[in-house]
C-alpha cells in the first residue's frame, strides 16, 4: 500500500488466530480505523461475530483509493469472520451534545461552521443556535430513545450534506468572531464611559407590554424582525417589558442575537429582578428586592431538598431570590411537602416540562409586572402580556389581556379567557396587541 504524507503505517483491521497467533486475515482502509470504532458483535444473531469498523477520513492520500474506497470518505463496515465485506455505507458525521443543559453551545458552532450536522439537547443554548441554522435536531438528554431517534434523523436526512453546507454558510455568518468582538468591544465602551450623568424619568405610555422572550419573541427570524419594526413605529404608546425565566445578562444576550429592541424594563430570573435602562446599561430596582426578600432564604430552601431526588440546575443558574431545579410538574408535589416540613415558604414554578424554578412568596411575572405597572400608574387593565410556556402561567392568568402565540406549550391549555392567536411566536404576540387595540362587540344577556 502507498504511504504519503502522514501515512507511516499502514491502515487497516489484522486479525490473529488466537491459538497460533498467526495472521488470519487483513483489510486496508483509505479512512483511519480508531480504536473505540471497531467492536465485534454478533449481528445476525447466528452464532458467529462480526466485526463492526468506523473509520474517518484523513484526506491526505489525495483522494486516493485504497481497497476501493478512497480516503476522503467515512465508512461503517461490517465484515465476516472470515474478513469478507458483508455491508458498508459511507458517513459523513454527526456532532452530538447531549448535555443535561448547555449554557450556550460554542462546540455546536464549532461543528456547524466545519459543516458536520448537529445533534443536541434541548436544554439551553442549542435550542436557540439549532433553528437559526435550519438543520439539526434538538433532543431530550435524560431518554436514550430521544438520542437515537435524533441521531438517525440526522444521519438519514434526505439531501443532507446538501443541508449541512447551508448550515454551515448561516453558521460562519451570524457566528463571525471579528463581528463578535466589535459587538463587545462596543459593549465595553459603554460600561467605560459610563451613563454620564443621564437621568430617565417615567416616560408616560398608553400600555405596558410584558413579553416572555424564548419561543413567544424568539423562534422565527420574520415574526422578530416585524415585531421590531412595529414597536420602532409604536414605541411612543407602548412601554416595552420583557418577562423572562433568563438572568439578564442571559435575556441581553438573546435579544441582541435575535435583533429585537432594547426594552425599557428586563424582569428578568421568573419574575424575581426587574432591571430597568438606565444610561447603556441596566440598573436593579432595590425596592422590588426588599419587597420580596422578605420571608426568603435561599439556603433553606436548598437545606430542605438536600437528600432528595431532586437535580439541581448549574451554579450559574441560581440567583440571589431563585433556586432552579430540574424536575417535572409531576415532581412539585413531592418538593412543596419537603418545604413545608421545613418550614420554608416559597413560590415553585414548574416550565417547560423540565425546569422548576422556587422563588419567594411575593415574587414572580405577574407581581413584578404589577409593581413596574404602578410605578408607570398604570392599572391592569392597560398592560398586555403575552408567553408561552409553564413560567408565565402567573402573568397570563392575572391579567385580561393575555396572549398565547400559536406555538404555546400544552401546560398551558387549561388557560381560560386568553387570546389564543393562531400564528406563532413573534407574529403571534402581534396579532394579540391588535386584538385588544380593537373594540371587541359587547355581548348582550340572551346572545
Not at 477520513?57 to 478512497?70: I, K, Q, T, W
Not at 431545579?325 to 421545613?342: K, M, N, W, Y
Amino acid at each position: 500500500m502507498r504511504k504519503v504524507g502522514f501515512d507511516r503505517r499502514g491502515r487497516g483491521v489484522t486479525a490473529y488466530d488466537l491459538e497460533t497467533g498467526e495472521v488470519a486475515w487483513r483489510l486496508h482502509f483509505g479512512g483511519n480505523p480508531h480504536r473505540w470504532g471497531v467492536f465485534v458483535a454478533d449481528l445476525d444473531g447466528d452464532g458467529v461475530s462480526e466485526v463492526v469498523v468506523g473509520t474517518t477520513a484523513p484526506d491526505n492520500l489525495g483522494g486516493e483509493r485504497v481497497e476501493g474506497h478512497s480516503d476522503d470518505e467515512s465508512l461503517l463496515t461490517v465484515l465476516g469472520a472470515d474478513g469478507s465485506t458483508r455491508w458498508w455505507r459511507r458517513l459523513g458525521g454527526v456532532f452530538c451534545n447531549p448535555a443535561f443543559h448547555e449554557p450556550f453551545g460554542l462546540t455546536l458552532i464549532e461543528a456547524a461552521q466545519a459543516g458536520v450536522p448537529l445533534v443536541a439537547t434541548q436544554s439551553g443554548g442549542p435550542s436557540d443556535i439549532l433553528p437559526e441554522l435550519g438543520f439539526g435536531t434538538l433532543i431530550d438528554p435524560f431518554d436514550t430513545a430521544s438520542l437515537a431517534r435524533g441521531l438517525r434523523d440526522v444521519l438519514m436526512a434526505p439531501e443532507r450534506e446538501l443541508a449541512a453546507r447551508r448550515a454551515q454558510r448561516i453558521a460562519r455568518q451570524t457566528y463571525d468572531w471579528a463581528a463578535w468582538a466589535k459587538q463587545s468591544q462596543a459593549v465595553m465602551e459603554g460600561v467605560v464611559r459610563g451613563p454620564q450623568g443621564q437621568t430617565v424619568a417615567v416616560q408616560q405610555h398608553e400600555h405596558l407590554l410584558a413579553c416572555d422572550i424564548d419561543n413567544t419573541l424568539t423562534g422565527c427570524r420574520n415574526g422578530a424582525r416585524a415585531f421590531a419594526q412595529w414597536l420602532g413605529r409604536e414605541g411612543e404608546r407602548f412601554a416595552f417589558t420583557v418577562a423572562t425565566g433568563r438572568s439578564i445578562a442571559e435575556a441581553q444576550r438573546v435579544l441582541a442575537e435575535w435583533d429585537l429592541p432594547t426594552p425599557d424594563t428586563i424582569i428578568s430570573s421568573t419574575g424575581t429582578e426587574i432591571w430597568r435602562r438606565s444610561g447603556s446599561g441596566f440598573t436593579l430596582c432595590k425596592e422590588y428586592a426588599a419587597l420580596i426578600a422578605q420571608e426568603w432564604d435561599a439556603a433553606a430552601v436548598r437545606a430542605a431538598l438536600e437528600g432528595t431526588t431532586v437535580r439541581f440546575q448549574p451554579v450559574y443558574d441560581q440567583r440571589r431570590w431563585k433556586v432552579s431545579l430540574f424536575g417535572t410538574i409531576s415532581d412539585v408535589p413531592a418538593i412543596e411537602a419537603r418545604l413545608h416540613q421545613a418550614g420554608v415558604l416559597a413560590r415553585i414554578i414548574p416550565s417547560h416540562e423540565k425546569f422548576i424554578d422556587i422563588i419567594p412568596v411575593q415574587a414572580g411575572k405577574a407581581a413584578a409586572i404589577r409593581f413596574e405597572a404602578a410605578r408607570r400608574g398604570m392599572s391592569d387593565d392597560r398592560v398586555i402580556v403575552a408567553g408561552d410556556s409553564g413560567n408565565d402561567l402567573d402573568m397570563l392568568s392575572r391579567f385580561e389581556n393575555a396572549v398565547l402565540p400559536a406555538n404555546a406549550l400544552a401546560e398551558l391549555d387549561g388557560l381560560a379567557s386568553v387570546y389564543r392567536s393562531s400564528l406563532k411566536h413573534a407574529a403571534g404576540v402581534l396579532d394579540g396587541v391588535q386584538y385588544y387595540r380593537t373594540p371587541q362587540p359587547m355581548l348582550m344577556a340572551g346572545e
